[in-house]
């Protein structure tokens, strides 16, 4: 497990190089730095992931754009009448949406993409832990919920599954 | 500092309380609710809300990281925690130092300087708070116990030093029970509270409840707003508070309200507290514990005072001085809370959770109602069982007691059983009216032959 003094240390010194990316495996933790571009804040993926309420040195400003949208998730999932037969995925805790591993990077899935149980379908993070989402379904994502960078509540509808 | 937008880390009334008093304010309110709360007053008023989890508390209102999360991600600078769930939790207030977020309420601390009883009662020995005579700090073995109770006499209470509220307390009458209960007791709290510590008390008789509102700023100033007689009790639960204490004096109030200032400044405290001590009938009290948060029955105080406690709350947690002097504190007039419940009293108080088909609250002058419940809603069985306080004020302890009568008779609920027939017998008790009544009063008393 690496520990946060390490990980601090090591966002200084790829921060400071002219690394872009920097992936470390040590005992069974995967740690992984990836250089941010404008807009997205810097992503640390640490697994196993646990509960680190760490102050985390890398205090990305969240967009402006989050607070707003985030006034209106509830209203909007509950609007759209859901077709009974699709599944939805929620999603199990508080945080923000994104919909690829990194900003730039192709996202997990799209419409139409074909999911599987452990198929990862998205990250919300937390506290500045990223937590993978798996689909925990066989079937074709039909539509996409949310958008990226959007805060989200404890059950809030994700995807939406045409179960196979 | 000025506030921009406070989490409020509650449900129900407490958390319409706060909501209140940030919109007074000027602050925006973020409210967060379980699956269970998707309809919860709370919700609706807030300026935003966000689930936060699953029915069970600790996947919700207990969930530090959703907790945080959401306080983080809506820029809050600020959580208000209430009472009961992460009040009292010195671990959540450190987090929200962490996170560079304001925890509404003293350091984290003085939380756990308070918070462990024995300990607590240590800190108050040694800023010369009267305690209640009995073991220095934790019990450590059986025989321990048994020397401890011979010296200060049977019977004896046992206490979880974890506990609180009414919560990990046996009594013992004699040596062989007090045998008997010690091991059961460390055993219980263990499993309750993570924690085996127990401690032992004479277990005084006649006493009366009485406990002392303190607010204090981060600059040093610690202020009393006097005291609530809170007597009325079921199974160490209150069910009506009062202020002032109908047999407290001048003298002796302020000989609590000093001890009270003494002992918030013993542990640097900041914020609103409440000091419980035990009265006995000769006048001598005698410190139990410190609550470190906001509580239930804060409303009396403020009927009697005119001090907004929740508003001075935020205020102190903004870093502004308090906004009055100990010599401002005036004592006007007499306040009555009841709580009503979701019970039914002919049942053992059995809880009657349900969806509220009619409700009308009673109004008028002297009249206040503090509730999160409204025509339609469906109390949910998984929390606590209240519909809503009563606060009555008058211009003594007769007038507030008519009123309360007159008030109660015109609140009506429908759907659910309430414990509002309960109060009204209540407040014809000979013993209540005569304000001498103890914490066994509901014990030793039957509530309805009033001239029992």
Known sequence: MFKLSEIKELIKLVDQSSLQELEIENEGSRLLIRKPNKTESVLVTSAPVQHAYAPAPVHAPVPHAVAAAAAEPHAEAVSKPVDASLHTITSPMVGTFYQSASPGAAPFVGVGSKVGDKTVVCIVEAMKLMNEIEAEIKGEIVEILVDNGQLVEYGQPLFLVKPE | ??????????????????????????????????????????????????????????????????????????????????????????????????????????????????????????????????????????????????????????????????????????????????VQQITTAQQEAQNAFGNSGVYLEKYLTGMKHVEIQIIADKHGNVVHLGERDCSVQRRRQKLVEEAPCPILTPEIRQAMGQAAVRAAQAVNYSGAGTLEFLLAPDGQFYFMEMNTRIQVEHPVTEMITGVDIIKEMIRVAEGHPLSFAQDDVQINGWAIECRVNAEDPNRNFMPSAGQIKFYLPPGGFGVRVDSAAYQGYTIPPHYDSMVAKLIVWGKDRADAIARTKRALSEFAVEGVFTTIPFHLKLLEHKVFISGHHDIKFLEEHDVNNPDS
Not at chain 2, 8 to 34: F, H, P, Q, T
Not at chain 2, 58 to 66: A, E, P, Q, V
Not at chain 2, 131 to 138: C, F, V
Not at chain 2, 149 to 175: F, H, L, M, Q, S
């Open chain 2, 1 to 178: 500092m000025t506030f921009h937008k406070i989490l409020v880390a509650n449900r129900g009334e407490i958390a319409v309380r706060i909501i209140r008093a940030c919109r007074e304010l000027g602050i925006y309110s973020v409210a967060v609710y379980s699956e269970a709360d998707r309809d919860a007053l709370h919700v609706r008023l807030a300026d935003e809300a966000y689930c936060i989890g699953p029915t069970a508390s600790k996947d919700s209102y207990l969930s530090f990281t959703n907790l945080m999360s959401v306080a983080t991600l809506t820029e809050c600078d600020a959580v208000h925690p209430g009472y009961g769930f992460l009040a009292e939790n010195a671990d959540f207030a450190e987090i929200c130092e962490s996170c560079n977020i304001a925890f509404i309420g003293p350091s984290p601390d003085a939380i756990s300087r308070m918070g462990d009883k024995s300990v607590a009662k240590q800190t108050m020995k040694e800023a010369h708070v009267p305690i209640i005579p009995g073991s220095d700090g934790l019990v450590e073995s059986v025989e321990d116990a048994m020397s401890i109770a011979r010296d200060i006499g049977y019977p004896v209470i046992i206490k979880a030093t974890a506990g609180g509220g009414g919560k990990g307390i046996r009594i013992a009458d004699n040596e062989e029970m007090l």
